[in-house]
């Protein structure tokens, strides 16, 4: 699956508009991660997790704290897949497990759920000193899906 064709389905997820333009500034490298304002000399680009710069495809993607959040929403719908290099690449994965159209829409809502609350994990750490488990994600993400 191209670019182009992610960006088509993701307008077509029946999960909240701001959800929804959140991934679209998202697969564009367009929200404000740490590398991303380092880039226009605002911070200094260190991970919030400490372990690495805080690109868009560490923090939703390669992260130890994110990626465990993703193994256990895949433990609870009984999936398996490696976690790819890009966001793209896992959203086609994630597309391609649902077979019939309803599911995969539904896969769509779940995919667009953890992508949110891993962004407002990520902002309770920054802007408030707070830290969740990753049961509690995972809880929070069955619970928005």
């Known amino acids: 699956m191209d670019e182009k064709r992610v960006f088509e389905y993701i307008w077509k997820s029946k999960a909240p508009l701001k959800v929804?333009?959140?991934?679209?500034?998202?697969l564009h490298?367009?929200?404000?991660?740490?590398?991303?304002?380092?880039?226009?000399?605002?911070?200094?680009?260190?991970?919030?997790c400490g372990s690495a710069e805080e690109s868009t495809?560490?923090?939703?993607l390669h992260c130890s704290f994110t990626a465990s959040v993703w193994v256990n929403v895949m433990r609870w719908l009984d999936f398996t897949?490696?976690?790819?290099?890009?966001?793209?690449?896992?959203?086609?994965?994630?597309?391609?497990?649902?077979?019939?159209?309803?599911?995969?829409?539904?896969?769509?809502i779940i995919w667009h759920a953890t992508i949110w609350v891993i962004w407002q994990a990520r902002n309770h750490i920054i802007f408030r000193n707070e830290?969740?488990?990753?049961?509690?994600?995972?809880?929070?993400?069955?619970v928005l899906s």
């Open 20 to 26: 929804v333009a959140f991934v679209w500034k998202l």
């Open 57 to 60: 495809n560490h923090l939703f």
């Open 81 to 108: 897949f490696i976690t790819p290099a890009n966001l793209f690449v896992y959203w086609e994965c994630w597309s391609n497990e649902g077979g019939r159209k309803k599911i995969r829409k539904g896969l769509w």
């Open 29 to 48: 490298d367009r929200i404000p991660t740490r590398c991303n304002l380092a880039r226009h000399n605002c911070i200094s680009p260190e991970a919030t």
């Open 131 to 142: 830290t969740k488990q990753v049961d509690e994600l995972v809880s929070e993400i069955i």
